[in-house]
């Protein structure tokens, strides 16, 4: 137990007025000070019994009580008064303060006025920041409005630009696709086999331009993406259509499910599995099958599309980054490096998966695994 004796009402409430921070004092008709609590010695460096009998003029300095003087008239007419005011204390220390000057009214007589001063620099810390926040993650927000509307605009002038280019390629390809039927038919060989090579350089070079404009796309593209019911055999027949129709016979389609569709994106699907039947094309041995087998699953409920070549294999140098934007192989037309990031990005945005199956010298399979729920 506390030795101490305890005391009566006087002694309780002199403790209280003097244990909390917030400055409390009583000011006459005259601006003379009859009462005052210890935070006055904290604020000022007075003591607070020296204060009794003192005006507030002394204690708060002329330019200070020049500018309070209006809400003490307010006060002693009647008015409560609130405002804050910044404090300089003896330590040099600035103290945002909260005053409010209460009435003392007794019958209909103003006799003076109670003053309660709270410390509030912290709160006002804690605004300044919170304001400064607020107009960075205006800027912020500002900026990438910006970005979006350069990338929008550059989106634009991209598809501008490959229409441009496309459509004349694509009348140059009709065209040597024309040439090569008329040549065959005429037996010139050599002249074919020039055709065929100047073919393969155009394909080339519309799947370079194909995927450039595909991964500004995807950059740009919104999630989540719109999936819709699709034709699986539709899909298929689309993107063996994309290549080069000495390649097409090339492409056998093995069904193991009788699934006809599947919730996808059908243009970004096929994009996807054109680059991969066009790398199988590409890296197996000339006039070699690739192999297109379509199956499913059940756990996870999934439509599975295997692509098989009968290629060297993977180089074991490249296997950790064949996805990654920029990888490619060292031999003649390897591309890129867009063609596979390309497969991996449409594959996340179905919350699927591409990978490799198996690798080796009898050739490679790629799997992609579109899962048809919507985790």
Known sequence: MNDEPYGGPD???????????????????????????????????????????????????????????????????????????IISGPDGVERHSLAEYISDIVGGAVRGFLVQVTEVTQLKQTQAALRREEALRHQVEEHASHLQTLLSERTEMLEVLAHEVRQPLNNASAAMQTAHRLLRNLGQDLVIDQLQRAQSVLGQVQSSIDNTLAVAALLARPAPIQKTDTDIDALIAVAIGDMSESERARVQVRRATATRTAMLDMSLMRLALRNLIANALKFGPPASPVVLRISDSDDPLALLIDVTDEGPGIPTSLASTLFSKGARGSGKGSGNGLGLYIVRQVMQLHGGTAEVLSTGEQGTTFRLTICQTDS
Request: net charge positive; proline share 5%; hydrophobic share 45%.
């Open 11 to 85: 002694y309780y409430m002199r403790l209280l007025v003097d244990r909390v921070p917030s400055m409390l004092a009583y000011w006459d008709q005259n601006l003379h000070c009859r009462f005052a609590n210890r935070a006055y010695e904290r604020w000022f460096g007075v003591n607070p019994g020296n204060l009794l009998g003192t005006s507030i003029r002394d204690l708060l300095g002329p330019a200070l009580f020049a500018l309070n003087e209006p809400h003490m008239r307010a006060a002693l007419a009647g008015e409560r008064q609130v405002f804050e005011r």
